[in-house]
Structure formats: C-alpha cells, structure tokens
C-alpha cells in the first residue's frame, strides 16, 4: 500500500473490525493503488480525488460494499453496480461477499475508479430527477410555515439530507404519524444532522 495515501483513523478502524476484515482490506488495497487519498469520514474509510469523495468502503450484515457517490454517471458496462435502494439517485454500490468476488473484479473496480477520477476532474454533477417539493408531506410544510428557525435549519441541509428526510416523513400512511416523525427529528434538523443522526 502505498503509505502516503492512508489514514491513522483508518488503521484503527480496520483494527477493529469483527467481521469482514479480510474483504475490506483488500478493497482497501485495491483502492490505494490509484490515485484517491484515503480519509476517514461517517466511520468509515472513504476515498477522495481533489477533496473529493469518490469511492466509500463499508460492510453490511451480510456483504461488503464499495460504493461511488457519482455512480449514476458510471457507464458499468460490466452491469456490476446496484442501487443501495429504491430512491437512491445519485451513488451506486459493489457488494461482495468474499476475498475471491473482489478479486476477481480487482480490474473493474479499478476501471470504474478511473472513471469516476475522470467524473472529477470535468466537474460533472448528478442531476436530482424528482422535484423536493413533489414528496414533501403537507403536514411539514404547515411546520415550516409557522416555525422560520426550522425551515431555515431544513433548507441549510444539503439536498440529500433534505430529501432523505421527506421520504422518510412521506413514508408514513397517517398524519399523526408522519406529525410524530417530524417532532422527532425536529432536534436533529435544528442541529444541521441528517437522517441518520451526522
């Protein structure tokens, strides 16, 4: 591995590992042999080009994922790449489930890097398809209406943050339900905090 492009924090973190180390350390040295710098961001070891996230490692219960934040603009012309769901625009994911699987793609892997290098450098940007306010519950925009310190708070989100949150209050059958969603991540909006509490 080449020493100059890794991170202490994330060291520890492979350390620390109880499952999936053996897959996730050779991702981690497949990654590092390109040109991404490794830093450590959402507790997970995440790869940059410029500054910018490319790549992210990460284990689920049962596989291990390499996904790309600007993976829709990948052409995948292997088919390899999924969503991580079923509102997911923007990255998309690798999931492995053993040594063998990665190193097998070790070649893909490394030409989709280089073309998400490549997404970098010209500076291209995934385009949002759906319209916020098509998915935003009338119950949070009666919220916002009367509360501006929260619909400030709301709107200084990044835009996956802000939609993250209205699926997840959209998702919700009853008002009173979609109500009680709503006051309970009122702190975490108040605190510039996605959905997932960072």
């Known amino acids: 591995m080449a020493k100059q492009h890794t991170d202490p924090q994330v060291d520890v973190f492979f350390a620390q590992l109880e499952q ?9 040295k ?14 997970q ?10 790549v ?4 689920l219960k049962d596989v291990c ?6 993976g829709a603009l990948l052409k995948d012309p292997e088919g390899v790449l999924t969503k991580a769901g079923e509102n997911t625009q923007v990255s998309r994911t690798l999931k492995f489930k053993n040594v063998a699987d990665i190193k097998a793609l070790s070649s893909t892997i490394k030409a989709y890097i280089a073309e998400a290098i490549e997404i ?14 098509t998915i935003m519950p009338v119950e949070f925009e009666a919220v916002l209406a009367k509360d501006h310190d929260f619909k400030r708070a709301f709107e200084a989100l990044t835009p996956g943050r802000q939609r993250a949150y209205l699926i997840h209050f959209s998702q919700a059958k009853q008002a009173q ?9 009122r702190p975490q909006i108040l605190d510039g905090k996605g959905l997932m509490g960072f």
């Open 120 to 133: 970098e450098q010209a500076g291209l940007k995934v385009v949002a398809k759906q319209d916020l306010s």
């Open 177 to 185: 339900t979609r109500l009680a969603r709503i006051e309970k991540y």
């Open 30 to 43: 497949i990654v590092l042999s390109t040109p991404l710098t490794e830093t450590y961001k959402w507790k």
């Open 56 to 59: 992210i490692i990460g284990a």
């Open 65 to 70: 994922v390499l996904s790309f934040f600007k």
């Open 20 to 28: 999936w180390q053996p897959e996730l350390l050779e991702l981690r």
């Open 45 to 54: 070891p995440c790869y940059t080009f410029n500054g910018n996230n490319v």
